[in-house]
């Protein structure tokens, strides 16, 4: 599977921007998709992923502001985020596994597939 991120930007605090990830692949509906974040000079975070059931789970840093959706047909997953704040800033990765239990769905280090990362900036 190949993936490809887009849409990160600036954008000011209390804006939105919506990422995309388009993936490569025949069996693209059976992947767990996730999205990862790395700011400068920290560890890469879990924001979201979503199963192919369409169960979708969030870090409580975005719960209830980031909403990730996925549309099998065109084997694409979107980030939607909204209320960005500075803490933000990051870069966005889209990540894919076929096999990832749902108690390391968290986790970066299962994720076998990556994209190349999309740089999410928030200006306060």
């Known amino acids: 599977v190949q993936l490809q991120a887009s849409g990160g930007g600036l954008v000011q605090t209390g804006g939105s921007l919506r990422l995309s990830c388009a993936a490569s692949g025949r069996t693209f509906n059976r992947y767990t998709l996730g999205w990862f974040r790395q700011a400068p000079g920290k560890d890469r975070e879990f924001v979201a992923a979503i199963r192919y059931s369409g169960h979708t789970y969030y870090a409580d840093s975005v719960k209830d502001r980031f909403a990730i959706s996925r549309d099998n047909a065109k084997n694409t997953v979107w980030l939607q985020m909204n209320s960005l704040k500075p803490d933000d800033t990051a870069i966005y990765y889209c990540?894919?596994?076929?096999?990832?239990?749902?108690?390391?769905?968290?986790?970066?280090?299962?994720?076998?597939?990556w994209g190349q990362g999309t740089l999410v900036t928030v200006s306060s």
């Open positions: 990540a894919a596994d076929s096999s990832i239990i749902l108690s390391s769905i968290r986790n970066y280090e299962q994720y076998s597939y």
